[in-house]
């Protein structure tokens, strides 16, 4: 398969703590993407970062990207109960016209 | 705009019958593609299309077939039913995947249970 990995699978954390959650994946990539999928529903787009470079934000999501290791973080600083959502890497493959989503990370986030 | 809807939400099937899951888009996007999600699992890719005509094979392609006639339009075909065929199904659009800035829009799902 290539798709990617998340890590930790499953994430519990109390409101307030940051979240951090891992992806790897096999194939050379012109971007790396994480989406969020609420319990139930489809999947929303959160933040693209392009292979050339290192380290995006937007709002409380920051993620970092090391090519050279085939690997990205996401970090949700300040959690709140509403980002209780499993949180997914997807990474082009192919000729970029084909997606791969790796297994997911689940977060709960404690009130 | 609608964005991505998808018809039905939810459907029963028996095994060996044949239905077609309905997709559409309002977003003029030339890329559509049909996942299935499994339990605890990811998506993973059935087929998609780079535009009007044109169709390829995802990582899980056999025991569904696709058309692509329109923009707007992509439906997924199953056409024996089995029980592992048992998923959410979701189809999603983008502008352009070739770009290193496209990002992808998802339509809520359909839930398929085959008996």
């Known amino acids: 398969s290539q798709q990617g990995e998340e890590d930790p699978q499953a994430l519990s954390i109390q409101e307030g703590e940051n979240a951090t959650m891992n992806c790897s994946y096999k194939?050379?990539?012109?971007?790396l993407q994480w989406y969020r999928q609420n319990s139930g529903r489809g999947l929303v787009h959160l933040i693209l970062?392009?292979?050339?470079?290192r380290e995006k934000h937007s709002g409380r999501l920051r993620v970092t990207l090391d090519t050279s290791k085939k690997s990205s973080s996401l970090l949700i600083t300040a959690s709140r109960a509403a980002d209780t959502a499993s949180y997914f890497c997807?990474?082009?493959?192919?000729?970029?016209?084909?997606?791969?989503f790796g297994s997911g990370t689940k977060l709960n986030v404690k009130p | 705009n609608a964005g991505v809807t998808q018809t039905p939400k939810f459907q029963v099937l028996k095994t060996g019958q044949s239905m077609t899951l309905q997709c559409a888009q309002d977003?003029?996007?030339?890329?559509m593609s049909w996942y299935r999600q499994d339990p605890g699992m990811g998506l993973r890719l059935i087929h998609y299309s780079v535009g009007a005509g044109i169709t390829d094979q995802g990582e899980v392609p056999n025991g569904y077939n696709v058309s692509r006639s329109t923009t707007e339009d992509f439906p997924l075909r199953l056409l024996s039913a089995a029980p592992s065929q048992t998923s959410v199904y979701f189809c999603?659009?983008?502008?352009?995947?070739?770009?290193?800035?496209?990002?992808?829009?998802f339509g809520p799902g359909t839930r398929l249970t085959v008996l």
């Open positions: 194939t050379s990539i012109n971007n």
């Open positions: 977003m003029n996007h030339e890329y």
């Open positions: 970062i392009r292979s050339n470079e």
């Open positions: 997807a990474t082009p493959g192919g000729n970029f016209n084909k997606f791969y």
């Open positions: 999603a659009s983008s502008y352009s995947p070739g770009s290193p800035t496209d990002t992808q829009y």
